[in-house]
């Protein structure tokens, strides 16, 4: 093992010696708007390990073969490879689910086959009359023992005890995660596979659509937030630790972190042999990939990837750190789309099942893209691909990566990754393989209809199978009922008995084979949804509160009601989305938020289930008021930036009513040799304040003088900034007074003559 990388794992011997992720898009978990297979490197495939699950967000194997997968709403699922999930533990009644939030991050301890740790990562809904509100809440790390029959015991809680409001102001004695933003606050637990240790990624849970105080918590070394922590698998901190290694009472807060200055390390991997690799999720520019020492300072909120971050870049503390140095740059950095970007930071590959190319490298997805990508590494975590500039560079992989949420070593030497579907039962816990030789076929069962009265004939179909040599394919259909099995590629088999029926293809190619199944419920007809309220042409300003009504009838059940009816609330934002909730019954409702501007919509869908679990659904989107919204200056072509974009004025955006952000304009220009300072907006808000977009047309701007000390705006004359000086000069004489403000944005004066 190289030296330098042997040092920086085993930290804790070097300071003696010498002087180890959290999300949505926009920080996020989001809902891609559309989802294929991915696009592997010749000789590589992907298998389903579990599938059937409902937006499953992170998986963890056992050492015996079971797969354990979290779904965001606080389902925990088991199953065994290609077996079907069973719910293990629904904690769902106090898990807040609201947007990015939710159930997501989840482990099993390093020595499970003796005590059977299983680690669960939350947010906390303090508010359990309102569940799954946008209310700032709190997080919490939870243990719970699981047996060789799958019951699980209580939850112990580990980290995040604090759970009776809001985190209060930090302190270190005060074991409290905060998630105030419904974004980027936890997302992944991990255990060390050296000694059982556990490391758990805090986002700064602040706005992601203005500049938040709140984003400083970063660098507070008693706050949790914005950090990566190591602790105990009891929740302590560690004797030896970066921050306070004098401190003997390891129930402290600077006992617990790792590292700090974290926007969202959504994804992390600890190594057997090297720094934790953290996938940093960025805010408006760019996503990062960064290899971790103790002790590093990430530099956000000052710093997103290699730029200064507009709207923060202007505070003392961001100059300060700017002027120290202080802050740690990552392995490699890539600016985000147009429709944003959430890196999935993943594990490196280190094995010799795969080409040697494909060694040796850290491999990460972007979930709003679909591209999954590797940074080649030396032994000294050095990057080896870069451009002219000296930049690192990462390779392409995969394409239509579409999905996938969680992205780690997998069974068998393979990259395993979980795909979050579209929030229906298509989800999916899969593993990227490479198969010297043969590949394995794939399988793809459908079936029409996959309902009806009795008797039900079933015509099924292989179409879609296939074998990447092109070898020929064996087919095996299994119809569920009990009935004799049909090696046909496309059976029609006759239903005569009232259930529901799990039909499973199994398709071979001699010597590997591939399975697909497909749902007949026979004897049923699905339930009619009806969505009445909202309609399409409704628009929303943020805060307004959206009324749900709909209903459903069902051929054998009547009418439904209460829990048979399901609202699901998502917002879709650029090229992605974020779900946003769920309700059930009749009405419902729930509230538009003040976070997302013009280029969101929500998209409401009512789903109807019967009782059998077939189930119908109706979908309406609904679109944001919107107006102009202009930044301007005097003088003109000065750098200013709108929630986080920058830009030069006049700069325009059609923008959302209600929405809440923040703008702020360069401190200083230089102007035809001049240099010009920044006075005043014409709505009186500091040089970095937030706004709310209102209901009408609007345009602010920003005023420069000269000489700041009179007051003056750069294009003043000089007759006027005399003027000025005489009434400064003679304040007691009102026949000379002079007065100054700004009316519809111009600069006037009036004589205060007696």
Not at 444 to 458: C, R, T, W, Y
Not at 467 to 484: H, Q, R, V
Not at 538 to 549: M, S
Not at 641 to 658: E, L
Request: proline share 6%.
């Amino acid at each position: 093992m190289d030296g330098r990388r042997a040092c920086r794992r085993e930290w804790s011997a070097c300071l003696l010696g010498a002087g180890a992720l959290v999300a949505s898009l926009l920080a996020v978990l989001f809902v891609p708007t559309h989802a294929v297979a991915a696009a592997l490197p010749s000789g590589f495939s992907e298998r389903v390990l579990v599938g059937g699950l409902s937006s499953p967000v992170a998986a963890a194997t056992a050492p015996d073969g079971r797969v354990f997968v979290a779904e965001k709403t606080g389902v925990v699922k088991v199953a065994m490879p290609g077996g079907e999930a069973q719910t293990l533990l629904d904690i769902s009644s106090r898990v807040n689910s609201y947007q990015d939030r939710g159930l997501l991050g989840l482990a099993v301890d390093r020595d499970f086959s003796e005590n059977g740790y299983l680690y669960l990562l939350y947010t906390y809904d303090v508010a359990p009359l309102q569940p799954d509100s946008a209310d700032p809440m709190v997080a919490r790390l939870s243990r719970v023992t699981v047996g060789s029959n799958n019951t699980a015991s209580a939850e112990t809680v580990l980290l995040g005890s604090y759970d009776s409001g809001p985190c209060p102001q930090a302190s270190n004695t005060l074991d409290c995660i905060p998630s105030d933003g419904t974004s980027h606050s936890i997302g992944t637990i991990r255990v060390d596979p050296n000694d059982g240790t556990l490391w758990v990624g805090v986002g700064d849970s602040a706005s992601f659509s203005r500049v938040d105080e709140l984003a400083f918590r970063t660098y507070d070394e008693q706050s949790l937030a914005g950090k990566l922590l190591h602790v105990d698998r009891n929740g302590r901190g560690l004797s030896v630790n970066p921050f306070c290694p004098t401190n003997t009472d390891l129930t402290n807060v600077c006992t617990k972190l790792y590292a700090k200055g974290f926007r969202n390390p959504f994804r992390f991997t600890v190594r057997p042999d090297g720094p934790p690799i953290v996938g940093d999720v960025g805010w408006r520019a760019a996503e990062e990939l960064d290899i971790v020492s103790p002790g590093d300072n990430m530099g956000w909120p000052c710093w997103e990837g290699n730029s200064r971050t507009p709207g923060y870049e202007d505070d003392q503390r961001c100059q300060d750190l700017y002027a120290s140095g202080g802050d740690t740059k990552p392995l490699y950095t890539y600016p985000q789309a147009s429709g944003g970007g959430a890196i999935v930071g993943g594990p490196e590959y280190t094995g010799s099942d795969w080409p040697a190319e494909y060694r040796n490298s850290i491999y990460l997805g972007d979930y709003a893209t679909g591209l999954l990508r590797r940074v080649r590494i030396d032994d000294s975590d050095r990057c080896l691909d870069k451009d002219t500039s000296g930049a690192c560079v990462a390779r392409s992989f995969a394409s239509d990566w579409y999905g996938g949420v969680d992205l780690q070593d997998g069974p068998g030497g393979g990259l395993l990754y979980v795909e979050f579907g579209d929030g229906g039962p298509n989800g999916a816990v899969k593993v990227i393989e490479y198969t010297d030789g043969n590949l394995a076929p794939t399988a793809k069962a459908s079936a029409d209809p996959l309902f009806g009265a009795l008797p039900l004939p079933v015509q099924f179909s292989s179409a879609g199978s296939s074998d990447p040599e092109d070898a020929a394919l064996t087919y095996d259909w299994d119809f569920g009922d009990g009935s004799p099995h049909s090696s046909e590629a496309n059976p029609l088999h006759e239903y005569g008995t009232q259930g529901d029926y799990t039909a499973r293809l199994t398709v071979s190619d001699g010597s590997k084979t591939a399975s697909s199944t497909v749902r007949i419920s026979a004897g049923n007809t699905p339930p009619t949804a009806s969505l009445n309220s909202p309609t399409s042409d409704l628009t929303y300003k943020a805060g307004d509160v959206v009324e749900l009504k709909g209903s459903a009838v069902d051929a054998e059940d009547g009418t439904l009601s209460g829990s048979s009816l399901e609202w699901k609330v998502i917002l879709r934002h650029g090229t992605h989305a974020h779900p946003l909730t769920t309700r059930t019954g009749e009405t419902a409702s729930f509230t538009t938020s003040d976070d997302h501007d013009a280029d969101s919509l929500y998209e409401i869908t009512l789903i109807a289930t019967d009782s059998r679990g077939l189930s119908s659904e109706k979908t309406v989107g609904i679109k944001p008021k919107t107006v102009q919204y202009t930044l301007d200056s005097d003088p003109a072509g000065v750098p200013v930036s709108y929630s986080g974009v920058s830009g030069t004025t006049p700069m325009t955006r059609t923008s959302a009513v209600g929405y809440r952000t923040t703008i702020s304009a360069s401190q200083t220009v230089v102007v035809d040799g001049r240099t010009l300072t920044f006075d005043r907006w014409s709505d009186g808000g500091a040089r970095s304040h937030d706004i709310v977009i209102p209901d009408t047309d609007a345009t602010v701007k920003a005023f420069y003088v000269e000489d700041k000390a009179l007051g003056m705006p750069a294009t003043a004359s000089s007759v006027e900034k005399a003027g000025l000086e005489a009434g400064k000069a003679n304040d007691g004489d009102s026949s000379t007074r002079w007065s100054s403000a700004f009316a519809d944005n111009q600069w006037w004066q009036v004589d205060l003559g007696s």
